[in-house]
């Protein structure tokens, strides 16, 4: 069973030496900025498979032991998601209640939020593909502000 090997790996330094590196970078960070393009109205598998390495349960939390969310072993820390979208806007916004950006995808969020870490405004441009590079400049613009302002 997974979280049993994943659980074991963590009592025992049993992880990867490239899985170890990330989770360092993790321990280290106080905000976390995932970057990605939408692949399939979604992260794309190799940030997937990331998340179920790395994220793992006795690092990041722990089911059995009730820590997840608010006891979630990176509580206190923050991240971010920015990414980029072939789609209108409206398209992400047709799964939640409202435009809150902290819960835009709601998949990723969720299980962001599952490891303890709190969700901040995303970043996203809409319709990339099609992008003059006046409005790629604006955006960045905006993505600077956004950043100097955590």
Request: aromatic fraction near 12%; charge should be negative; glycine fraction near 4%.
């Amino acid at each position: 069973m997974p979280v049993l090997e994943q659980l074991n790996a963590s009592k025992t330094d049993g992880f990867a030496s490239d899985i170890k590196a990330e989770m360092e970078k993790i321990e280290w960070a106080d905000l976390i900025i995932f970057q990605f393009p939408i692949w399939y109205e979604t992260m794309p598998a190799l940030l997937k498979a990331w998340f179920e390495r790395v994220l793992a349960h006795g690092f990041a939390h722990n089911i059995l032991e009730g820590k997840v969310n608010d006891q979630g072993f990176l509580k206190g820390k923050k991240a971010m998601l920015s990414f980029t979208a072939g789609s209108e806007k409206e398209s992400f916004y047709n799964d939640i209640s409202s435009e809150d950006k902290t819960k835009l995808l709601p998949p990723v969020t969720k299980a962001l939020r599952f490891t303890g870490l709190k969700v901040i405004d995303s970043f996203a441009v809409f319709n990339a593909m099609p992008l003059s590079e006046d409005d790629a400049e604006k955006a960045f613009d905006e993505y600077k502000k956004l950043l100097n302002n955590i």
